[in-house]
C-alpha cells in the first residue's frame, strides 16, 4: 500500500480516538537512513494549519531513529501552541531524539513492539582508526575505569587523559558534554510541559540519559512505565491499527532490505537486453527518506541517487555515485 491506501487506516483510528492524526517518520532502512532535521518543521506548519482551530486534542504517530534534538522541543512547542493535549503513538521504534519527542506528549501509546531509547546524544568523529560515534557516557567511562584500577599517580592520569585526547580531540570532548547536557535539559523541559512535579522530570531524564549504557538500548513499554512515563493502558484495538500502519510505511519505505547502490546496478544489468560495453550507463532510483502524513495533506521527501557505470572490456565495473538531495513535497490528502 501507499499513501492513499493508509488514508483508510487514518480515518479508522480517528474515528475511535476522536482527534486527528499526524503521523511522522524518517527512514530507518539499512544504507540510506535518515534523521529527524529542521526541515520538517514548516510541514509540521503546515499540517497544523489544516486543522480546525476548534480541535485541542491531537495524535502523533511517530517512528524514528532519531536526529536533531531541537526538532524534538520545537515540534512540541509548535503542536502545544494549539492542542492541551497530545498523545504520541509509538508503534515500534523511536530511539534518541524520537525518545524526547515522545517526553513531550502527556500520554504514550506504546504497541508491545514498541520501544524508546536513552537520550544521551551521539557525535560523529574522526579518529586515527577511522570514523567513530562516541557520547559523553563513554568518555566518563574510560574516566572512571582509569580511577576504578587504581591509578592514583597524577601523572599516570595525566597520561591516561593525554592518550584520550590524541582518540579524541578536547574540543570534541568539551562539545560531547554540552550534548549531554542539552539531552539532560530538554528530557527535563518536555516532561515539564505536562508534568508538575519537577523532581520526578529530573529523575526520568537522568535515568534517560545515563543509566541504560548504551545508546541503542530498546525501552520496551513495562520499563518505559516503571521508570514514571505516562504510559497509556493496552488497547489492542488501537494497538492493532497502529502497527497495520507501521507495517505498511516500513513495506513501502523497504526498510527490511539493505540499500546497495552495487546491487542496483547489477539488478539494472542483469534485465538489461543490451549490455551497452566502453561507454557511460546511468542508473537512477529515487529513496523516501522521511515523510509527514495526515488525511489532509501528503508531505514527503525523496533523494535522488543516480548511478554512472561503465562495463569494462574485462566486464569489471567503474562505478560513480552521486545523490541529489530532494526537497519537500507537498500533496493534498481526501479533505
Not at 263 to 275: G, Q, V, W
Not at 281 to 296: D, F, G, P
Amino acid at each position: 500500500m501507499a499513501y492513499l491506501d493508509r488514508l483508510k487506516l487514518y480515518k479508522k483510528l480517528e474515528k475511535i480516538r476522536k482527534r486527528p492524526l499526524l503521523v511522522y517518520v524518517t527512514s530507518i532502512r539499512p544504507g540510506c537512513s535518515a534523521q529527524m532535521a529542521q526541515d520538517v518543521l514548516p510541514e509540521f506548519i503546515r499540517q497544523i494549519n489544516c486543522i480546525g482551530t476548534s480541535v485541542k486534542e491531537i495524535d502523533l504517530l511517530v517512528l524514528s531513529n532519531g536526529g536533531d534534538p531541537i526538532v524534538s522541543w520545537r515540534i512540541i512547542t509548535l503542536l502545544r501552541e494549539k492542542f492541551n493535549k497530545i498523545s504520541i503513538l509509538i508503534p515500534y521504534t523511536a530511539y534518541s531524539a524520537a525518545t524526547l519527542l515522545a517526553l513531550g506528549g502527556d500520554e504514550i501509546i506504546m504497541h508491545p513492539y514498541g520501544n524508546l531509547g536513552p537520550i544521551d546524544p551521539q557525535i560523529n568523529i574522526t579518529t586515527p582508526q577511522g570514523q567513530k560515534t562516541v557520547g559523553y557516557e563513554d568518555i566518563i567511562k574510560y574516566i572512571d575505569f582509569v580511577k576504578g584500577i587504581g591509578i592514583t599517580d597524577q601523572e599516570l592520569i595525566q597520561k591516561s587523559f593525554e592518550k584520550l585526547s590524541t582518540e579524541i580531540n578536547p574540543t570534541v570532548i568539551g562539545f560531547a558534554k554540552r550534548s549531554s547536557q542539552l539531552g539532560l535539559s530538554m528530557g527535563e523541559k518536555l516532561l515539564a510541559t505536562h508534568m508538575k512535579d519537577k523532581n520526578k522530570t529530573k529523575i526520568i531524564s537522568e535515568t534517560l540519559n545515563s543509566k541504560f549504557y548504551h545508546h541503542g538500548y530498546p525501552l520496551s513499554r513495562k520499563e518505559a512505565k516503571d521508570i514514571g512515563l505516562p504510559i497509556a493502558i493496552n488497547d489492542p484495538v488501537i494497538e492493532e491499527i497502529i502497527w497495520q500502519i507501521c507495517e505498511d510505511i516500513m513495506e513501502e519505505l523497504e526498510f527490511n532490505k539493505f540499500f546497495d547502490p552495487d546491487e542496483m546496478i547489477k539488478d539494472k544489468i542483469s534485465k538489461s537486453s543490451h549490455l551497452q560495453i566502453g561507454i557511460v550507463n546511468r542508473v537512477q532510483e529515487e529513496i523516501k527518506l522521511a515523510l509527514l502524513e495526515s488525511i489532509n495533506l501528503n508531505c514527503y521527501i525523496k533523494n535522488e541517487i543516480i548511478a554512472n557505470y561503465i562495463i569494462q572490456n574485462d566486464a569489471s565495473l567503474n562505478i560513480n555515485m552521486m545523490v541529489r538531495n530532494g526537497s519537500w513535497v507537498v500533496e493534498k490528502g481526501e479533505n
